[in-house]
């Protein structure tokens, strides 16, 4: 469903972050980007939003072919949700209309300032039911604990209607109980709907348990790109390089302990 052609990403300065990359996301699989601090998950998220704009090749999308033009770029940015590490929330305002900020892309900013219809309210009550959050819709965003922030942000992209996820380490800063909650609704909510997520993470615990395939970024090269059972330990050393592999093996019994 979204595809990147030839895409390549160079920073002002001369950082080559993404090397020339063409991958295709499929519709209802959830993608892991996986690689250590600096390989270019985040620059290759960026670009599929055109958060950053690409200095090669493109991001072509079913429907909507090539994003070579602002028309096209809005509407795809109008499916696409994005989730981040933290501070995607409002504080001082409500869950709900956290929720509902989600239809911000669907009427403009001078139309979202006049109530909202009922359907869409309805629609934003149903996705913070989906996320397990009904019940704290008038709560402020901030009197929630990190966990249930981003389940907001999940039941914001639902309510936008997006038909693509992309979030940059949604889990960084959660518990392992919190992160579990929030990878399992974010893959429950892509088979049940066939949406599309790409998703950055740090653990291959989590990458293993919950990625249906994991994309390898080093140096802002793919070294891997295959089902999470596909990856051994030569894999990680290839990913993360020879010493991280002891750090990691190193979380892995200490999360099996
Ligand atoms: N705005 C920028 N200007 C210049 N260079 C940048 C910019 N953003 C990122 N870079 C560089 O591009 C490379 C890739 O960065 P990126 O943020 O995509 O990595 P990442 O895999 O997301 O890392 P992390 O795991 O730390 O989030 C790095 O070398 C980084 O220093
Ligand atoms: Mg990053």
């Known amino acids: 469903m979204i595809q990147t052609d030839q895409l390549a990403m160079t920073y002002d300065g001369g950082v080559e972050a993404l090397q020339t990359t063409s991958l295709a996301f499929k519709q209802g699989e959830v993608t892991v980007l996986l690689g250590p601090s600096g390989a270019g ?3 290759l998220l960026h670009c599929l939003n055109h958060l950053r704009k690409p200095t090669h090749g493109a991001v072509v999308v079913d429907g909507l072919g090539r994003l070579n033009h602002t028309g096209r770029v809005r509407r795809h940015r109008r499916n696409t949700a994005m989730i981040f590490q933290q501070h995607q929330l409002l ?9 509902l900020l989600g239809r911000l892309g669907h009427h403009g900013l001078w139309r979202s ?3 909202l219809p009922a359907s869409e309210r309805r629609l934003a009550l149903d996705s913070l039911a989906r996320v397990g959050l009904a019940d704290k819709a008038l709560m402020r965003a901030d009197q929630l604990s990190g966990g249930q922030q981003q389940r907001v942000g999940i039941a914001r992209a639902l309510t936008q209607q997006a038909e693509l996820i992309l979030a940059d380490e949604p889990v960084a800063s959660l518990d392992p109980s919190a ?8 893959r429950g909510i892509c088979r049940e709907r066939g949406l599309t ?3 950055s993470l740090h653990q291959v615990e989590y990458t293993r348990e919950f990625a249906d395939r994991v994309v390898g970024l080093a140096g802002g090269a793919v070294v891997f790109d295959d089902r999470p059972d596909a990856i051994t330990d030569d894999v990680l050393r290839h990913v993360y390089g020879d010493e991280a592999v002891g750090e990691l093996a ?4 200490a999360a099996a302990a």
């Not at 504080?91 to 929720?99: D, E, G, H, I, M």
């Open 91 to 99: 504080p001082r305002v409500s869950v709900l209309r956290n929720t």
């Open 250 to 253: 190193t979380d892995h019994e």
């Open 179 to 186: 992160s579990r909650q929030v990878l399992s609704l974010l």
């Open 197 to 199: 997520a790409v998703i």
């Open 41 to 43: 998950k985040s620059t």
């Open 113 to 115: 300032l006049w109530p």
